[in-house]
């Protein structure tokens, strides 16, 4: 399973729940027609019966759920779908997903920390480095080095100092 949001509150009267989403594009999403919920991979599958943009946000509504109420226990749950039904991804490609938890480490091979979450600032994506505090990685061109997924090691040409 890939997580690509969380469900962050219930959304109105009927059933609908508040999604953000961790995908590059917001809509991307809502190309899915049934969902994964669940938290520490236990999961539970559900049918997209409605769905819109919402600010920064996405709202749905799944089947089966009909009020704020029971829409309300799915709340802090996060949002995956299968990686079989993702596109394939080309050399050099990765989703956002497999560099969660990647060792970050500079050129001369001295520890940063792990990336335990990705940031969208608009500007550029921005790694959320942590080791004995938090440091803010730009992902950007002249930055990222190597990324190397069957290590799970990213080089950067970066210092947080």
């Known amino acids: 399973m890939v997580v690509m949001g969380r469900v ?3 959304h109105g009267l009927k059933g609908w ?5 961790y995908t590059q594009e917001m809509e991307g999403l809502l190309e ?5 919920v669940g938290t520490k991979g236990q999961w539970q599958q559900y049918r997209l019966s409605e769905s819109a943009l919402h600010g920064s946000t996405v709202v749905a509504r799944l089947d089966g759920f009909t009020d704020r109420e029971s829409a309300a226990c799915l709340k802090g749950k996060d949002v995956a779908i299968p990686r079989a039904c993702l596109p394939q991804i080309g050399e050099n490609e990765f989703y956002w997903n497999d560099l ?3 060792e970050v480490v500079q050129r001369n091979d001295a520890k940063l920390g792990l990336i335990g979450r990705i940031l969208e600032t608009g500007a550029n994506t921005v790694l959320i480095v942590k080791c004995h505090k938090e440091f803010l990685v730009p992902f950007i061109e ?3 080095v190597n990324v190397d997924l069957k290590a799970r090691k990213l080089v950067v040409d970066w210092d947080p100092i």
């Open 32 to 36: 899915y027609p049934d969902w994964w």
């Open 17 to 21: 729940i508040k999604v953000r989403p």
């Open 8 to 10: 962050h509150a219930p």
């Open 100 to 102: 969660l938890g990647m």
């Open 142 to 144: 002249n930055v990222i």
